[in-house]
């Protein structure tokens, strides 16, 4: 009987709708990955694309920081997959630029959208020289030459940080060396400015072009 009894009242403490949790539990218990914190709040009120100050949801707080098994249950919980913070990052976004693969290939899995305006996942993941997140990314068809409102693309990125293997790969996939910034620079320009010249090497092989100057020559 009194084992019954501790039952039932487990089992009203849980149907209470959130009220001693807070939101700072919440949001807290997402960037630590407690996924069993996060679905207790869940089950009792709290809304799955709760979010920070920031505009970073349950979601985007998991993907960023590389919690795999919250990531799952707040994709399964249908929290949505494309939400925005106010910067206009999303899950797959920061996943990629931190280089969590297990995350982004999860989000992928579940249909994330590969071309956000702005920095692509694909450029965050060229900027940061995360070469496997690339490579999933481009093979579940990211647009290699999508560029940001100041024109910067995945190649140019590459470029600027200096991860040969990424430029290669994009270059394979039809990446366009010669696409601008609002200066007008180009991917050499940009590995020429940090002294990238084994890149800048190989973008002119490839048909690459400096934005600055008619010609070019790396030796």
């Known amino acids: 009987m009194k084992t019954k009894l501790i039952a039932l009242a487990v089992a009203s403490l849980l149907a209470l709708p959130l009220s001693a949790a807070t939101y700072d539990d919440l949001i807290n218990s997402a960037k630590l990955g407690d996924t069993r914190d996060v679905a207790q709040m869940v089950q009792r009120g709290a809304g799955v694309d709760s979010s920070d100050a920031e505009g970073n949801t349950l979601l985007i707080l998991a993907a960023r920081d590389g919690h795999?098994?919250?990531?799952?249950?707040?994709?399964?919980?249908?929290?949505?997959?494309?939400?925005?913070?106010?910067?206009?990052?999303?899950?797959?976004?920061?996943?990629?630029?931190?280089?969590?693969?297990?995350?982004?290939?999860?989000?992928?899995?579940?249909?994330?959208?590969l071309d956000t305006p702005g920095w692509t996942p694909l450029a965050y993941a060229a900027y940061n020289g995360h070469l496997e997140i690339a490579q999933a990314l481009i093979k579940a068809g990211a647009d290699v030459n999508l560029a940001s409102e100041n024109g910067h693309t995945a190649l140019i990125s590459a470029a600027r940080g200096g991860h040969l293997e990424i430029v290669r790969l994009l270059l394979a996939n039809k990446a366009d060396p010669n696409k601008r910034l609002e200066s007008g620079e180009t991917a050499i320009d940009m590995a020429l400015r940090n002294q990238n010249t084994d890149i800048a090497d190989l973008l002119l092989k490839n048909g690459g072009k400096s934005g600055k100057s008619a010609t070019i020559e790396i030796r």
């Open 68 to 113: 795999l098994d919250l990531v799952d249950y707040l994709i399964k919980a249908k929290a949505k997959i494309d939400a925005q913070n106010t910067a206009g990052d999303t899950a797959l976004r920061l996943a990629s630029f931190r280089g969590h693969l297990p995350v982004v290939q999860r989000l992928i899995a579940a249909g994330a959208k």
